[in-house]
């Protein structure tokens, strides 16, 4: 095995970190009907209902924490690799054996995964027009796509569950169930193809991704999760107070990785502006109108729409490591993405609520 295998190997994992983020919030809602332990309540319940902009601001300080430390010399790259490391083995498992269990999986809520799916699709279908008019090299042409798609639900899930409490947060988990899929899937193919087995035929490639799927704690905590969930079966409670002080760690290692990553170098400015008007701008006009198709009104309208106008997915930079795929792109698509969804999200987030 080459000595960059163990380190690809890695990168695979970090694609589920900011999918599975937004289990960890779940995790808080379910959980805290369950387990009466003051301990519990006070570790997990991560944002005060009375008190949400508070929550806010706590996420956003983090996200400066991290990229404070990083302009300081404190934190690396490399550390960022790190922490996403301890998530990916310590936290990530638990939050979904402890999650996933409690999901309602109710016919009724059915229009928000096929709506991900929906649009995922859309979006991909522009990128690749648009990107074949700009005759761009493979390298970049996959970065163009995957960035088109990928929608950022971790990063919207403070402001959904500031201004629409647990409502969103379980209604945020459902879109995702659709989102994150394509994306474990269908986004790493492409990156695939575009990047390092651009060569290589299509059962090549097919067996590459199935391979990395195999060796994915997340994914088979989440078919354990499932099982748990059809059984109408729990956790353990003797496990519930070990699994809870895995969790915790979640937030604050994630916006800290996310800060350590973040650059605010400008690369391919009009390929970056095209990207973003698809993912963000396109995205929206998808969920206005499937909204309006679908005939949904009140939270789960909010819902699809502010998922539909999710920042570019931070998942971006690690298909781009692990497939060879153009860095210095898709580092300045993220990062961009990154400091306007800190503006527009929980701008679009409070206005839809004002609507209900």
Same mark, same amino acid.
């Given at each position: 095995?080459?000595?960059?295998?163990?380190?690809?190997?890695?990168?695979?994992?970090?694609?589920?970190?900011?999918?599975?983020?937004?289990?960890?919030?779940?995790?808080?809602?379910?959980?805290?009907?369950?387990?009466?332990?003051?301990?519990?309540?006070?570790?997990?319940?991560?944002?005060?209902?009375?008190?949400?902009?508070?929550?806010?601001?706590?996420?956003?300080?983090? @996200?400066?924490?991290?990229?404070?430390?990083?302009?300081?010399?404190?934190?690396?790259?490399?550390?960022?690799?790190?922490?996403?490391?301890?998530?990916?083995?310590?936290?990530?498992?638990?939050?979904?054996?402890?999650?996933?269990?409690?999901?309602?999986?109710?016919?009724?809520?059915?229009?928000?995964?096929?709506?991900?799916?929906?649009?995922?699709?859309?979006?991909?279908?522009?990128?690749?027009?648009?990107?074949?008019?700009?005759?761009?090299?493979?390298?970049? @042409?996959?970065?163009?796509?995957?960035?088109?798609?990928?929608?950022?639900?971790?990063?919207?899930?403070?402001?959904?569950?500031?201004?629409?409490?647990?409502?969103?947060?379980?209604?945020?988990?459902?879109?995702? +169930?659709?989102?994150?899929?394509?994306?474990?899937?269908?986004?790493?193919?492409?990156?695939?193809?575009?990047?390092?087995?651009?060569?290589?035929?299509?059962?090549?490639?097919?067996?590459?991704?199935?391979?990395? @799927?195999?060796?994915?704690?997340?994914?088979?905590?989440?078919?354990?999760?499932?099982?748990?969930?059809?059984?109408?079966?729990?956790?353990?409670?003797?496990?519930?107070? @070990?699994?809870?002080?895995?969790?915790?760690?979640?937030?604050?290692?994630?916006?800290?990785?996310?800060?350590?990553?973040?650059?605010?170098?400008?690369?391919?400015?009009?390929?970056?502006?095209?990207?973003?008007?698809?993912?963000?701008?396109?995205?929206?006009?998808?969920?206005?109108?499937?909204?309006?198709?679908?005939?949904?009104?009140?939270?789960?309208?909010?819902?699809?729409?502010?998922?539909?106008?999710?920042?570019?997915?931070?998942?971006? +930079?690690?298909?781009?490591?692990?497939?060879?795929?153009?860095?210095?792109?898709?580092?300045?698509?993220?990062?961009?993405?990154?400091?306007?969804?800190?503006?527009?999200?929980?701008?679009?987030?409070?206005?839809?609520?004002?609507?209900?």
């Amino acid at each position: 095995m080459s000595s960059s295998s163990p380190r690809k190997f890695f990168l695979l994992k970090n694609l589920i970190l900011c999918r599975f983020y937004i289990l960890y919030h779940a995790s808080v809602i379910f959980l805290k009907e369950k387990i009466e332990s003051k301990v519990f309540k006070r570790n997990f319940l991560v944002c005060p209902m009375n008190d949400p902009y508070s929550s806010v601001l706590a996420i956003i300080l983090l @996200f400066l924490l991290g990229y404070s430390l990083k302009k300081l010399n404190f934190f690396t790259k490399e550390h960022a690799d790190l922490f996403l490391k301890m998530v990916f083995y310590l936290t990530l498992p638990s939050i979904i054996l402890l999650t996933i269990p409690t999901i309602p999986l109710d016919v009724k809520f059915i229009y928000l995964p096929i709506s991900a799916v929906i649009i995922y699709f859309l979006t991909f279908s522009i990128a690749y027009i648009v990107g074949r008019l700009y005759q761009l090299e493979e390298k970049v @042409f996959g970065v163009f796509l995957i960035a088109s798609m990928i929608m950022n639900l971790g990063f919207n899930l403070p402001f959904v569950l500031a201004f629409y409490g647990q409502e969103g947060v379980v209604l945020a988990t459902l879109f995702d +169930l659709g989102n994150g899929f394509l994306t474990l899937t269908f986004a790493y193919y492409w990156a695939t193809r575009m990047g390092s087995a651009h060569n290589n035929n299509t059962a090549q490639i097919n067996m590459k991704v199935l391979k990395k @799927f195999l060796y994915s704690p997340p994914l088979w905590a989440l078919g354990i999760g499932f099982i748990l969930n059809l059984a109408d079966l729990s956790v353990p409670t003797i496990l519930t107070d @070990f699994i809870n002080h895995l969790a915790v760690m979640t937030t604050p290692l994630i916006m800290l990785s996310l800060g350590i990553y973040f650059s605010p170098n400008i690369k391919r400015p009009k390929l970056l502006v095209s990207v973003l008007m698809i993912r963000m701008v396109g995205g929206f006009i998808f969920g206005v109108l499937l909204v309006l198709i679908f005939s949904v009104k009140g939270s789960i309208m909010a819902i699809i729409i502010i998922s539909a106008a999710a920042p570019v997915g931070f998942n971006t +930079l690690t298909f781009t490591a692990l497939e060879e795929l153009d860095k210095d792109f898709a580092a300045s698509v993220v990062s961009t993405a990154i400091a306007l969804g800190l503006f527009y999200v929980p701008l679009l987030t409070f206005l839809l609520q004002m609507h209900l």
